[in-house]
């Protein structure tokens, strides 16, 4: 059984209210109609007969114009407009009845008009009330004091559930919007203060506690700015999501979010051809390489919305393999599914996979990619990101794949790391294979992207949270950066565009300060750059370029039909003895010798200067001979 204040919060409640005020208006139109005395006869009887007549009538008038969809305490525009018309509704059908079956004595012709004019106010009176006293008895009711980025349809229904809040755990005292016109307005009682740029004059007059962008269209340079102004104020920022991520069941307040560096960074949506995509991957088997890692996981999940016929997952990791998989198996029961627990340059174990089911489309994002690391660790890179590269899109062809996509790096473009080499060979490795195979050998090269394992925002994120410092190798020091999400969705876009030997550079957009980045996480953070929280310049590691590159100068950039997918045309400078150079790079991993392959990474990638230098730091990191 309902309890007594939920049951007058109920649609029954309205119900019964509304019939009652129909039966009080139209009792009170005869009374009005004989100046406020006694009905006289037989109009006293006349009003009983037709009580349930238009009682009858304009009840149904009620519940076919909707009135019990809404709420009371919702009660809004489309409400009064709403009553409005089941009142005219109402007041024809009810005229016609009453006039055809009461003909003598005749209704009086004042009782139709003052009827409706008693029973609009009685119907929508008590719902507006009641809207008002919800809604402002808030105002002045403690909480937290917000103030409001953006007064538009967003921050107004914000402002609208904030009031709304049983618990009052925002009070918001103002808007800010850069539209002058709003200015010293009122939405939902709330006033518009100024512009964006009088965030720092409005927090101490105004108490406010916290600041909530509602602007989930706003770009990244909006973002950017708007915690440009909030520097200094030390408030927490919080934001409302896009619509895709609002939790809208719940109402706005949970969905709240605090900002973070990907709204600073990230950049426009990016609108993909869904229905191309579908149609190259849409019942096709795919398979993964390093399905665990961070590009792998997100692409395999982006992979399951174009419905592939199965997915296959490669991952040496087996706590990451662990993970996706069972993500996937939750979210996406009724996908075929198959986790396999492998290196890349195990030939027997990848020949299995192969074998068992002939993968039709491969995405190769297995790759070690720590440039720093790699530099010491000259073998372990040639092996997984040459030979594993080689093994994989070999078996691709070999066994009848349709397509191989190759995710390459930007550090790929004139490298001057070893990273960055052996990843220019696995472009050259897949270019080569594609002059002689019926397989399509696709390259994406792309940049850095955000919150990726071992990625440059992780680490900042940690400094920070232990109180600093953090370390920036150099205040020049800028990079490319895109969302994982965005790289991963790209990469499906050019996989289905490309006919082979393609390399495509995603479009980065501009170069981001690490310098800048730092500084943003900082105080993303609610601290003060070099104040609460130091910068340390560490200088470059071994290997790092102060500016990363996305082509080669050689390379002709030309346009395609994606406006973010670019393509890298020219250079493939194969050198003799090709296939044999690579046969030694395979002996000189199993056999460790680390000045063969810097030799072969030289001859094989010819725009890798090798200094003395380097291979001097290559003997002093080899294991000492055991003979």
């Known amino acids: 059984m309902p309890s007594v204040k939920e049951w007058i919060r109920s649609r029954w409640a309205a119900i019964v209210h509304d019939l009652v005020m129909v039966l009080v208006a139209w009792s009170l139109a005869y009374w009005v109609r004989f100046n406020l005395s006694t009905i006289p006869e ?302 890349v340059t195990d030939l027997p174990a990848v020949e299995r996979v192969f074998a068992a089911h002939h993968p039709q489309v491969v995405f190769h994002a297995a790759a070690y990619k720590h440039v720093p690391m790699l530099e010491n660790q000259l073998r372990e890179a040639m092996r997984n990101n040459v030979i594993g590269t080689r093994i994989v899109a070999e078996a691709t062809a070999r066994f009848g794949g349709d397509e191989f996509v190759l995710i390459s790096s930007d550090k790929a473009v004139n490298p001057v790391n070893v990273m960055g080499a052996t990843k220019r060979l696995a472009e050259l490795i897949c270019q080569e294979l594609g002059e002689r195979n019926r397989t399509r050998f696709i390259t994406v090269r792309f940049g850095n992207v955000l919150g990726s394992a071992g990625s440059v925002v992780p680490l900042f994120r940690a400094q920070i949270e232990a109180g600093g410092p953090v370390t920036v190798t150099d205040p020049e020091m800028t990079r490319y950066f895109m969302t994982i999400r965005e790289a991963c969705q790209l990469i499906m876009q050019a996989a289905v565009m490309g006919r082979g030997h393609e390399i495509f550079v995603l479009d980065m957009g501009e170069p981001v300060g690490i310098d800048q980045l730092a500084r943003q996480m900082i105080q993303l953070a609610g601290k003060v750059p070099g104040e609460e929280i130091e910068i340390i310049y560490t200088g470059p590691r071994p290997g790092e370029k102060i500016r990363e590159e996305l082509f080669h100068s050689r390379e002709e950039l030309l346009e395609t039909p994606h406006e973010k997918i670019h393509l890298a045309r020219g250079r493939i400078d194969l050198p003799m003895r090709w296939a044999r150079l690579l046969d030694k790079v395979d002996a000189a991993c199993e056999n460790f010798d680390e000045e063969i392959l810097i030799s072969l990474l030289a001859e094989l990638v010819p725009e890798f200067q090798v200094g003395e230098e380097k291979r001097h730091e290559i003997r002093l990191v080899a294991l000492p001979d055991s003979r």
Not at 167 to 179: H, I, L, N, R
Not at 277 to 299: D, P, Q
């Open 42 to 343: 037989p109009w006293a009887t006349q009003l009983l007969q037709t009580l349930p007549l238009v009682l009858l009538v304009q009840g149904g008038a009620f519940h076919f114009f909707g009135l019990y969809k809404g709420v009371w305490r919702f009660a809004s525009l489309p409400d009064m407009v709403r009553i409005l018309k089941a009142l005219a509704a109402g007041l024809l059908g009810g005229v016609l009845v009453v006039y055809v079956l009461f003909s003598e004595p005749h209704v009086p012709r004042s009782i139709p008009l003052l009827y409706v004019l008693l029973l609009l106010p009685l119907i929508s009176g008590p719902r507006l009330v009641y809207r008002l006293l919800r809604d402002y008895r808030y105002y002045d009711r403690g909480g937290k004091r917000v103030l409001v980025v953006g007064a538009g349809r967003s921050g107004e229904m914000l402002v609208r559930d904030l009031l709304r809040d049983p618990s009052a755990s925002y009070q918001p005292v103002g808007f800010v919007d850069d539209d002058v016109s709003k200015h010293r307005r009122e939405i939902q009682g709330v006033p518009v203060l100024g512009s964006i740029d009088a965030i720092p004059d409005l927090v101490t007059p105004y108490r406010i506690e916290l600041l909530i962008v509602a602007m989930p269209s706003a770009d990244a340079g909006r973002m950017r700015r708007i915690v440009e102004v909030c520097e200094g104020t030390g408030l927490p920022i919080r934001k409302l999501p896009g619509i895709q991520e609002l939790e809208s069941a719940r109402g706005l307040r949970y969905s709240l979010r605090e900002l973070s560096i990907e709204d600073l960074l990230g950049r426009e949506q990016v609108r993909l051809d869904w229905e191309g995509i579908r149609k190259g991957l849409r019942r096709r088997s795919v398979l993964v390489t390093g399905a665990g890692g961070s590009i792998g996981a997100e692409l395999c999940r982006q992979l399951v919305a174009v419905q592939p016929r199965e997915l296959i997952l490669f991952e040496r990791s087996e706590y990451n393999l662990f993970m996706i998989e069972r993500e996937l198996r939750h979210h996406f029961p009724e996908l075929t599914l198959h986790a396999y627990l492998g290196d």
